[in-house]
C-alpha cells in the first residue's frame, strides 16, 4: 500500500513564524503536491513537484515556498505565517506514468494565532 | 479552461438505499478521472480510478462509470450504510498534458447516511 505521512496532524504557530510542514511518501513517486483546503473553496493547489528540485506553482503560491531535495520528500515552507494562512493543509503523490492516481496523506490542520 | 462540478452538494438518505452521486466536467479531453472519499478532518482515500477509454470500475458495493462525451461520471452505491457518510470528491486528469499528474477537482458531495 502507498503510504504518505506529514509530520504533524495539529500545529499552532504564532503570526510571523517561519513554518515547515513536510510530507514524505514510500511509493517513489515522481510527482507530490501540496493543496490547502478551506470550508467554502474546496481544494486549491498551493505548489507540486514533478522530480527533485522541479517545483512549478499552483492556483495559489503566495506567501509559500517548497523544497524537494530528496524524491521521497517535499516541504512547504511558510516564510512569515499569517491568521488568513490557518487551514487543513494537504499533501499527496503519484506516480509520472501510467495511471498518475493520486494519494494523499493524513492532512495537517495549522492554526496560525 | 476544465471545470468540474459536483452536484448536489450534500445529500441525506436512510439506510440501504442505492444511490448515485453525480460528476461533470466541461471538457472532455481527459486522461482519467479519480473518485475519492473523505471523512471529516483527514486526507483524501482513492476510491476508484477510470481511464479515459473504461467505461466503468467497480470496488465492493461501489461502480463508477465514465461518459466521456458527455461529460458526466457517476458513482453508484449500492445498500448504503451509516459508515459510508463522508464527503465524496471527484477529479479529472486533463489529457494532452504533462505527466505533472495535476487534478482538476471538484467541490465533493456531502453524504448522509441516517440508521
Known amino acids: 500500500d502507498v503510504k504518505v505521512t506529514q509530520s504533524s496532524r495539529y500545529l499552532v504557530k504564532r503570526t510571523g513564524e517561519k513554518v515547515f510542514l513536510e510530507c514524505v511518501q514510500d511509493?517513489?513517486?515522481?510527482?507530490m503536491f501540496w493543496y490547502r483546503q478551506d470550508p467554502g473553496l474546496g481544494l486549491r493547489l498551493i505548489y507540486f513537484?514533478?522530480?527533485?528540485?522541479?517545483?512549478e506553482k499552483g492556483d495559489i503560491p503566495e506567501g509559500y515556498s517548497v523544497s524537494r531535495e530528496k524524491k521521497e520528500r517535499f516541504s512547504l515552507i511558510l516564510e512569515s505565517a499569517s491568521t488568513n494562512q490557518t487551514s487543513m493543509y494537504l499533501c499527496?503523490?503519484?506516480?509520472?506514468?501510467?495511471?498518475?492516481?493520486?494519494?494523499f496523506g493524513p492532512g495537517t490542520r495549522l492554526t496560525v494565532t | 479552461k476544465q471545470e468540474v462540478t459536483q452536484i448536489p452538494a450534500a445529500l441525506s438518505v436512510p439506510e440501504g438505499e442505492n444511490l448515485v452521486l453525480n460528476c461533470s466536467f466541461t471538457?472532455?479531453?481527459?486522461?482519467?478521472l479519480q473518485w475519492f472519499r473523505q471523512d471529516p478532518g483527514k486526507g483524501l482515500t482513492s476510491l476508484l480510478l477510470?481511464?479515459?477509454?473504461?467505461r466503468e470500475q467497480t470496488s465492493g458495493r461501489l461502480n463508477a462509470s465514465l461518459d466521456k462525451s458527455s461529460g458526466r461520471s457517476t458513482l453508484y452505491i449500492a445498500a448504503s450504510q451509516p459508515g459510508d457518510s463522508a464527503t465524496y470528491l471527484c477529479?479529472?486528469?486533463?489529457?494532452?498534458?504533462?505527466?505533472?499528474?495535476?487534478?482538476?477537482f471538484g467541490q465533493g458531495t456531502t453524504l448522509q447516511v441516517k440508521p
Open positions: 511509493m517513489d513517486h515522481e510527482n
Open positions: 477510470i481511464q479515459s477509454s473504461q
Open positions: 471538457d472532455s479531453a481527459i486522461y482519467n
Open positions: 513537484s514533478y522530480d527533485v528540485k522541479m517545483k
Open positions: 477529479a479529472v486528469k486533463p489529457s494532452g498534458s504533462s505527466n505533472t499528474g495535476k487534478l482538476i
Open positions: 499527496a503523490s503519484s506516480s509520472g506514468w501510467r495511471t498518475y492516481e493520486q494519494y
